[in-house]
C-alpha cells in the first residue's frame, strides 16, 4: 500500500522545490495502520483513502495561509501527520453530492475525448449499437414508454419508439446509413406500412451518410413521400458530435453495470447514474436529442463564452479542493482549444467578483498563487 502511494505521488514530489523526507509525504504509514488495523486492504481502498486523506490536507493548507496567527515551524513528517489526522471537516464543507457530481463532469471530459478518437467514421459503430445507446440515453431522461423494434422484420433492431412527456403522441425512429438501392428500399417499405397502420404519430429517420440513391428509384421515391412535406422528418447528423455523446454515455452505462464507474470514491450504480446524468444536464447539449424534441435547441451567444470555462473551473475545484492558479490554466486550455486565453483569464476574474473562488495569496503572483472554493 505504502508503494502504491508512493508510485502516485512521485511526479508530484519531483515538482517540489524542496524534495520530501517521505516517498509518501503528506501521508504517513500511520494512516494504513489507523484506517486497517488488520493490515490488509486492497489496492482500491488505498488510493480511495490517500485521496480522502490528501483532498483534506489541502483544504487545510489553504486555511493555514490565510494570513491570521503565525505559528511555529515544524518538520514535513510531523506537519503531513498533524495536518491530516486531526479531526477536520473543511474537506467536507462541499456537500457529497455535489463532489460525485463534479467528479462525474471530469469523467465525462475524459471518456469524451477518449470517444471521439474511437469514432471518427459512422461506419465504426453499427445502426442496432447506435439505437440501443439511444434507447439508454432516452431511458436515463426518463422519456416515457421506450420500446425497442418499431419495424417488423431485418430492421426491427435499428428502430424504437416512446412518448413524449407533452403529449400522447407515438414517436418512432429509425436510425439507417445504408447507402444500399435495394437495401434502402427494404428500409422505406416498413416505414411506410407503420405509418399507414397508424402506429405512430412522427417518425424520425436518422442518418450521418448523405442519400446518394438514384431519384427514379422505388426506395427513394417512397423516401421522397415519406419524409418530404409531411409530418415525418429526416434527421441529417452534419457531424458525429451527437454519436459521442451517446457512445461515452453508453461507455460509463458498461462501467457501471460492471461495478467498475468509481466517483470521488464511490461505486456508482446504473440508477444512480442515470440520476447523475439528468442533474448533469450534460446531454441536453445532443443535439439529436433537441431533434427529437427532448430538449429545446439551446441558442449560443458570444456573452456566454466565458461561460463553460466558470463551469469547468468549478468542477475542477470541487473535486481537487486546491490548484494552482497556472496550472488552473494550462489545465482549462487544453480543454478549450477553441477559447483564447484572455476568457480564461476573464472566466477566472469572474468567478473570483461573484466570490466563488478564492485567490490565495489576493496579491500574489500568478505561479505561486492558489485557487480554492469558497465554502
Partial sequence: AEYLWANRLYPLHQQAD?????????????????AFPGG??????TLTLGNQLIQRYKTQVVN????????????QDDTASQSISQDDTAGESIPRAEKVLASFKLKWQKEFTKTEQKITRIQDIGESQLIGMLREALEALEVKDVKSDFLSGSFASYSLSYQLPSSQERIAV???????????????????????????????LIRHTKIRIKRDTKGYKLYSQLFNGSGHSHIKLEDLSSVHYLATYHSLVNEACSQELVLANKTIK???????????????DCTLLQDLKIFTSKVTDNQVVTKPVKEFVITLLKQNQIIGHKVLIETTQNKFNSIKEIAIHQGIKELSQENKIKLVPGDGSLEKQLVCLVP
Avoid at 40 to 45: C, H
Fill in 40 to 45: 490488509k486492504t486492497t489496492p482500491r481502498e
Fill in 174 to 204: 429509425v436510425w439507417a446509413e445504408t447507402s444500399n438501392g435495394t437495401r434502402f428500399y427494404h428500409l422505406m417499405n416498413p416505414c411506410d406500412k407503420a405509418i399507414k397502420g397508424n402506429r405512430c404519430q412522427t417518425l424520425y
Fill in 64 to 75: 493555514s495561509s490565510e494570513p491570521s496567527t503565525k505559528t511555529k515551524s515544524t518538520s
Fill in 18 to 34: 524542496q524534495k520530501p523526507t517521505s516517498p509518501i509525504y503528506p501521508l504517513t504509514r500511520q494512516d494504513l495502520e489507523k
Fill in 270 to 284: 446504473l440508477r444512480e447514474l442515470e440520476d447523475i446524468i439528468r442533474k448533469s444536464v450534460i446531454l441536453e
